[in-house]
């Protein structure tokens, strides 16, 4: 079964760069979520989009920006990287509701970037 | 505000010994809870689910009970295997986002 593909895998850039980070959702899964997940630490909501507009916005910083295409994949932009960004960053999709009423996730395997 | 607490690792336990991680939750309204796992370098995978109170969620041998009483969703297995070697995350959803819990290490040894 098609899953939720990442781009890159993995990512080095060094401060004050920018980096872009892709995501392409499972066919027919219209919402991308992205999440941020620093060693040894718990998955930390960043922004979602639904259908190509911003739907909710947790903790992203101002220097990070996202937005979702006609083809629903989405890209996040970050810029004036620094040291803290250093981090998995997930993807996960959703679409139709399961049997249960559910919007379940899938999860992307993620980018992991390195700030140097 | 919505969150999860779950039961700090790591956990190391021996080939088919007993699993217990604890997880409670605070929300308003009546969230979904999940169990998802994480192998190293990877991304999450759902591990099993519960949508109302008093379901039970099951998966490879894995099961949680939601428990709307005590707001908790304890990850139970009667016999780990080296396999299981993995970090466990508690989540639950209650609209538009995820919120997880911190994660707990499980290491089995042979």
């Known amino acids: 079964a098609a899953g939720v593909i990442q781009s890159p895998r993995h990512l080095i850039k060094e401060k004050r760069e920018t980096a872009t980070l892709k995501c392409y959702p499972i066919?027919?899964?219209?919402?991308v979520y992205w999440y941020q997940q620093g060693p040894g630490q718990d998955p930390q909501f960043l922004i979602s989009?639904?259908?190509?507009?911003?739907?909710d916005k947790g903790s992203i910083p101002d220097r990070f920006s996202a937005q979702q295409f006609s083809d629903y994949h989405s890209e996040l932009n970050m810029s004036s990287l620094e040291l803290g960004d250093s981090a998995l960053y997930f993807c996960?999709?959703?679409?139709?509701?399961?049997?249960?009423?559910?919007?379940?996730?899938?999860f992307g395997p993620g980018t992991r970037l390195t700030v140097t | 505000g919505d969150s999860v607490t779950q039961m700090e690792g790591p956990v190391t336990l021996s080939e088919e010994a007993c699993l217990t991680i604890?997880?409670?939750?605070?929300?308003?309204?009546?969230?979904?809870l999940f169990w998802y796992v994480q192998y190293p370098g990877e991304g999450l995978q759902l591990l099993l689910k519960?949508?109302?109170?008093?379901d039970k969620g099951s998966n490879k041998g894995f099961e949680a009970t939601y428990r709307k009483e005590t707001t908790s969703f304890h990850l139970e297995k009667g016999s780990v295997q080296v396999s299981d070697s993995a970090v466990y995350f508690c989540?639950?959803?209650?609209?538009?986002?995820?919120?997880f819990g911190t994660g707990t290490s499980l290491t089995v040894i042979p």
């Open positions: 604890n997880c409670t939750y605070t929300a308003t309204g009546y969230p979904s």
């Open positions: 519960a949508t109302k109170a008093d």
């Open positions: 066919p027919r899964h219209d919402t």
């Open positions: 989009f639904y259908e190509k507009m911003q739907s």
């Open positions: 989540a639950l959803y209650t609209g538009n986002q995820f919120y």
């Open positions: 996960a999709t959703t679409g139709q509701r399961d049997d249960s009423g559910t919007y379940e996730q899938y």
